[in-house]
């Protein structure tokens, strides 16, 4: 068993551009999140998961209100 330690989070829009990123310090285990849609326009966006070796996971969000 080998222990992962995520380093950050990202949202991002399809233009690219970060538009939120939380930094997470020795972090390892399940990490629940909720983020109020309401402040971003509809579309598509890439929320990303990276540890210190690099990107581990990609998950698309396409909000409507």
């Known amino acids: ?3 992962v330690l995520f380093r950050s ?3 991002s829009n399809m233009l690219g551009q970060n538009i ?3 930094a ?3 972090f390892s285990g399940k990490y629940t999140k909720q983020f ?3 402040i971003y326009g509809e579309g598509i966006y ?3 998961v990276f540890n210190n070796s690099g990107l581990v996971k990609t ?3 396409i909000i409507t209100h």
């Open 24 to 26: 997470l310090t020795n």
């Open 1 to 3: 068993f080998r222990r």
């Open 46 to 48: 890439l929320m990303r």
């Open 59 to 61: 998950t698309k969000i």
């Open 36 to 38: 109020d849609v309401k």
């Open 20 to 22: 939120y990123r939380e």
């Open 9 to 11: 989070i990202e949202l």
